[in-house]
């Protein structure tokens, strides 16, 4: 059974700060990775990542993969109150290649 | 403004009632999802749909059911409510089945009583 496992569950940081939030997984037939940011309603789609290694960016946040240890982190830099959001982590694969999620890293940004 | 229209926005249901919550996409995404999300549990997958008029089941199915009889509508029916399945439901979207992102609509608010 394909598992996502995020970590830390939750986590509360001051602005300016930098914080990593971590991914790890398991799975067959691995397709992609992804992550989302969840504020008041709907996810919001952040990254995509199929290769291992090849850092995707935007703005202040990015996130890597690394599918031979079986993880993916996402780095968010100088952290602002916007920032604040649940945090989840979806993994593609398996014989359906349906989404397995993670059960989401809250972070709370505060002045 | 292209996306996912869930209605209603929030319901209180007695145990026992029927209940069809409604998802419309008009981005002409051939894959669609229902989700529930329960705090500590995450996002569960329910019932999916490849392609209309397929259906298939996720991970907690049971008390559900879909129909895809179109590539835009994607309603989710509860036929005998039950106070567990009082959640938030997430409609979802993504333009193959194979790992594109989902897109999401704004989520129904369920409470069974």
């Known amino acids: ?111 | 403004i292209a996306g996912i229209t869930q209605a209603p926005t929030s319901q209180i249901l007695a145990a026992g009632r029927r209940m069809t919550l409604r998802c419309t996409q008009d981005m002409r995404h051939n894959a669609m999802y229902w989700y529930r999300q329960d705090l500590g549990l995450g996002l569960r997958l329910i019932h999916y749909s490849n392609t209309a008029g397929t259906t298939g089941k996720g991970e907690v199915p049971d008390g559900y059911s879909v129909s895809r009889a179109n590539t835009d509508d994607f309603p989710l029916t509860l036929a005998s409510a039950v106070p567990s399945q009082t959640s938030v439901y997430f409609c979802a979207s993504s333009d193959s089945d194979r790992g594109s992102p989902l897109h999401f609509g704004n989520g129904t608010r369920l409470t069974v009583t």
Not at chain 1, 34 to 56: C, D, N, R, V
Request: overall charge positive; proline content about 3%; aromatic content about 8%.
């Open chain 1, 1 to 111: 059974e394909d598992k996502v496992v995020q970590s830390p569950l939750s986590l509360v940081v001051h602005e300016g700060d930098t914080v990593t939030l971590n991914c790890s997984y398991e799975v067959t037939n691995f397709r992609s990775l992804l992550w989302y940011k969840q504020e008041k309603k709907a996810p919001t789609f952040l990254f995509m990542l199929t290769s291992s290694g090849i850092e995707k960016k935007s703005g202040r946040l990015s996130s890597i993969l690394d599918k031979k240890e079986l993880f993916s982190i996402l780095n968010i830099t100088a952290t602002q109150t916007g920032d604040s959001a649940i945090y989840l982590c979806a993994l593609v694969g398996g014989a359906n290649s349906k989404l397995t999620f993670g059960k989401g890293i809250t972070l709370s940004v505060r002045p």
